[in-house]
Each structure stands twice: as structure tokens, then as C-alpha cells.
């Protein structure tokens, strides 16, 4: 791939995969591509550009990024194929050496930042992470969302968790200054965004590594004296990150959204210890019902490894006990999987993959019962909703109230991204649905 074989007026497709920071980074992409004058089509489409927005947090996440570098050719045999992303960061020659179906083009997460420049060049490129020390650019100023926005304000990690591949696929933790996301939350607020939501790999850490160092709290307050945003909402926090000044803050804002995501990863003290977690399940439970007592309305959501290396029966009957009294709406369960260059993948007492697949479905039974009950507790209630999408069919709309929950009402489609008071009367394959009680907020 040459410099003449980049043309503009040329069609590019994008296939994402993992969490809301490769979301981010792809709408940045998108950006970019489109200012160098691509026309972005459907991934099921025929385009002359595929790429694909890895993830590598599972093998199943590295297998479905090898299933769509081979939908891509399939789909047109003479298109450049360009994989990207955590995978791609962390084991390129696994992508290099695919039989007769290997990318085009390998490149890391740091070439994100000047996607088009490396395409022209069309050399395969991997920075060297550990030598970062400041995050990228923050040019967004659209989302592949029309409502909602996510908002990149940390990267990396150095925690180190046993089980983690993530160090090496997104290098130390660095912060975007805090000017930055202000004046980036200004311009997608300004494009009509109603909510932004802030992401980030390790978003507890952010503001340690700046100078003057900084944290989350101090950011979310400035951005509530901005009072800018009618939305903010956070994502993942480790349960030792959810200090007493963030729950107040949460507390008292009218513009934090009640919902936390808070890993927790096992309810066993013993697998906490080898999955070098630095918290016990006492610490993680009195966190949750602290934020539960100061907040009764937010969705709280967890994640969990199922199957790790030695997790035995009783250990995982521990966890399920813990699960059934913790307050949480919801669980996002990961079957354990092996990423070579971690310390688990060395430990002793791999679990067969019946056994791995047993237990994830029973979590998943639990996480069904845990939001089935959540959301029954808001029939009969009043929730603040943003309209997402409209059904010209049936007149509807699905949107999505503060703490989280998805709700169904009849509307037109001039109600899409403005906010309602929906008073919720059932719940319905999953949604709640309700009626509009007053008109749109202003």
C-alpha cells in the first residue's frame, strides 16, 4: 500500500470491538478519515478500506478480529485491510501470519492519533508504549451516537493484575489535562450532544501523572461549575477509587447520572489474592452499600472473571453467595481465557473449558435476576429520559433514564435526543415502558 493508493472520494468501513475507550477512538478515526475525504459505509458493505478497531482482553476477542479481517476480504478481495487496536498492539505478527488472509497494514494504538498518514506510508508500525508519558490529542467533536457521547480522559494502565494484558496493549496511565476536556466536552455539547460520558482504561488513576497532579473528583467538579453538559456520566472505577468526596459529589450534583461500574472480578478473598486485586470482598461490599445508602436509585454494574487458574468449587460458590447481597443492576461476565505474557497464564489449576463455560452461565443467570429485579423497582416511579431512537412503525421511542435504565414510550421523532419525565408502568422484554407525563425539557 503506496501514497498514490490513497484517494479521496474512496469508501472505508470500520469494525470496532471492546470497551468504550476503542469506541472513542474509532469515532476519532472516522474523523479523521472523513477530513481526508473517505465515505464511511456498513462494515457488511464493499469499500475499498477495512478496518478493524481490535480488542485482545479475550480470545474470543482475538478470534472475532480474525473473523472480520476475513469478512473483509470475502466481502471484496481487492480492498485494503488495516488492523488496528489491542490486538494489534500486542501480538502483530499472530495478525501478520494468518494464512492468505493477514491485513494489509498492523498498526499500533498510538498510530491512531495520525491513522491517515500511516495509511499512505503503508508500513506496518508498533510504538513502544512504555515510553509514553502523555496521551494523545482530544479532536473529537461527533460520536457514531446521536444522544450520547463517550469522552477519552485517561489511557493505559499500570496496575498490573494477573490476569491483564492491558499494560502492554495501552502502556502506562496518562491524562488528558483538564483544559483539554473541558474545552472537549464544550465542542460536543456544541455539536448537540445531551450527554458525555467520560472513559477512560483506568479512569481512578486520572490526574496522577500531570504536573500539578490532578484526580477525577477535582475534574467532575470543574466540569460541574462549567455547567455546560445536562448529562455526565461516569465509566469504570475500581471499588478503592470511589472515595467519600466522588459519592458526595454524586450525591449533590443534578447533573452526574446515577450509575457506577465498578469491577469486582471474584467474590473470593483467595482469588482476589492471585488475581493481585488490591482490595478483599468486605472492602467491595462496604463500598457498595455506602454508595447504595447515599444513592438507592443508581444502577450499579460489575465484572466478573469466571473459571480463573485454581478457582475451585467452593471458591466460586463464595463469589455466587456474595453476588445474591450485593446491590448491584447488573454483571458483565467474562469467561477466563489465557493471555500469554500475563502471570496467570503461568499459574497452576487451569480450568477446563466445560467447566469455565458452566460457571459464566451461572453468573449470567444471577446478572438476568439482579437487573430483572432493579428494574421492577421503577414501575410506578418518574424517570428522566433521553430519547435515542424512534420506531416510525409503532411510534415509539427507546431511550435511556439517568440511572441507566432503557425505557419504551410513545413520542414522535422530534422527542430523539431531548429529555422527558416518563412515568414507568411494566417491564416488557427487557425495557421498561412507560407514558410522556409532561413535555420536553428545555
Not at 468504550?20 to 478515526?29: L, P
Amino acid at each position: 500500500m503506496n501514497t498514490s493508493e490513497i484517494e479521496t472520494g474512496k469508501r472505508f468501513a470500520i469494525a470496532t470491538l471492546g470497551c468504550k475507550v476503542n469506541q472513542f477512538e474509532t469515532a476519532d478515526m472516522i474523523e479523521q478519515m472523513q477530513a481526508a475525504g473517505w465515505q464511511q459505509v456498513k462494515f457488511s458493505e464493499v469499500a475499498d478500506l477495512y478496518l478493524i478497531n481490535s480488542c485482545t482482553v479475550t480470545a474470543r476477542s482475538d478470534a472475532e478480529s480474525r473473523r472480520l479481517i476475513r469478512r473483509a476480504r470475502r466481502t471484496n478481495p481487492r480492498a485494503k485491510v488495516v488492523a488496528t487496536g489491542c490486538y494489534a498492539q500486542v501480538a502483530p505478527d499472530d495478525l501478520l501470519n494468518l494464512p492468505d488472509l493477514h491485513p494489509d497494514l498492523v498498526l499500533g494504538n498510538q498510530e491512531k492519533h495520525d491513522l491517515v498518514q500511516h495509511i499512505k506510508q503503508g508500513r506496518h508500525q508498533i510504538t513502544d508504549l512504555t515510553r509514553l508519558k502523555a496521551s494523545g490529542p482530544l479532536r473529537l467533536t461527533s460520536f457514531a451516537e446521536h444522544t450520547r457521547a463517550f469522552l477519552q480522559i485517561q489511557n493505559g494502565c499500570e496496575t498490573g493484575c494477573s490476569y491483564c494484558i492491558v499494560p502492554i496493549a495501552r502502556g502506562p496511565s496518562r491524562s488528558v489535562p483538564p483544559n483539554e476536556v473541558l474545552e472537549a466536552v464544550s465542542r460536543l455539547v456544541g455539536s448537540g450532544y445531551q450527554e458525555v460520558v467520560l472513559t477512560g482504561i483506568h479512569m481512578g488513576a486520572y490526574g496522577l501523572d500531570l504536573s500539578p497532579p490532578g484526580s477525577l473528583t477535582a475534574l467532575v467538579q470543574q466540569l460541574e461549575h462549567q455547567n455546560i453538559v445536562s448529562r455526565l456520566r461516569l465509566g469504570s472505577i475500581e471499588p478503592n477509587e470511589l472515595t467519600d468526596e466522588l459519592l458526595a459529589l454524586l450525591t449533590r450534583s443534578s447533573r452526574l447520572c446515577h450509575h457506577l461500574h465498578i469491577p469486582l472480578q471474584s467474590g473470593s478473598d483467595s482469588v482476589l489474592q492471585r488475581m493481585g486485586r488490591s482490595y478483599d470482598t468486605h472492602f467491595y461490599r462496604t463500598r457498595l452499600e455506602s454508595a447504595v445508602r447515599l444513592l438507592p436509585d443508581a444502577f450499579i454494574a460489575a465484572d466478573l472473571i469466571a473459571g480463573f487458574p485454581g478457582e475451585t468449587e467452593l471458591e466460586f460458590l463464595e463469589t455466587c453467595r456474595l453476588l445474591e447481597a450485593l446491590p448491584v443492576a447488573d454483571l458483565h461476565v467474562f469467561p477466563y481465557s489465557i493471555r500469554p505474557g500475563t502471570k496467570a497464564a503461568s499459574m497452576p489449576g487451569h480450568l477446563k473449558p466445560a467447566i469455565i463455560k458452566e460457571r459464566a452461565e451461572q453468573l449470567r443467570n444471577i446478572a438476568a435476576e439482579k437487573r430483572s429485579a432493579f428494574q421492577h423497582r421503577f414501575i410506578g416511579t418518574v424517570l428522566q429520559v433521553l430519547g435515542q431512537r424512534h420506531n416510525a412503525r409503532t411510534g415509539e421511542l427507546t431511550g435511556l433514564s439517568r440511572n441507566y435504565l432503557e425505557v419504551s414510550y410513545q413520542g414522535s421523532a422530534q422527542l430523539l435526543n431531548r429529555e422527558i419525565m416518563v412515568e414507568v408502568d411494566a417491564v416488557q422484554h427487557g425495557l421498561l415502558t412507560g407514558r410522556q407525563i409532561t413535555p420536553p425539557l428545555q
